[in-house]
Nanobody
Framework: QVQLVESGGGLVQAGGSLRLSCAAS????????MGWFRQAPGKERAFVAC????????YYADSVKGRFTISRDNAKNMVYLQMNRLDPEETAVYYC???????????????WGQGSQVTVSS
């Protein structure tokens, strides 16, 4: 099991940038694929990005390709999501998740953080 705590959310203007961090604890972090998801009010939780155990494979939702970058530092038990050129439509709670393999759907992940609010103003 992996315990996850997100940070770095906040209020940003449209076109701005934010970097989300996810601190992980537990001995299985380096054996876990990691994902970022987001959930806007009234909508289902949606895939944003994921990264394999060693960081060699990364996948992104089409809507964020070229603007968001996922990365991890296994020595520090950290996962990051750099978000650039943010749009108001991307206002949501962003969640970090850990799973056995890279997946693009929430059921593929066993452990979740509490979420970090990102608000993009127009």
């Amino acid at each position: 099991q992996v315990q996850l705590v997100e940070s770095g959310g906040g209020l940003v203007q449209a076109g701005g940038s934010l970097r989300l961090s996810c601190a992980a604890s537990g001995r299985t972090f380096s054996r876990s694929a990691m994902g970022w998801f987001r959930q806007a009010p009234g909508k289902e939780r949606a895939f944003v990005a994921c990264i394999s155990r060693l960081g060699s494979n990364k996948y992104y939702a089409d809507s964020v390709k070229g603007r968001f970058t996922i990365s991890r530092d296994n020595a520090k038990n950290m996962v990051y999501l750099q978000m650039n050129r943010l749009d108001p439509e991307e206002t949501a709670v962003y969640y970090c998740a850990a799973g056995a393999a890279v997946e693009m759907a929430p059921p593929g992940y066993n452990d979740w953080g509490q979420g970090s609010q990102v608000t993009v103003s127009s």
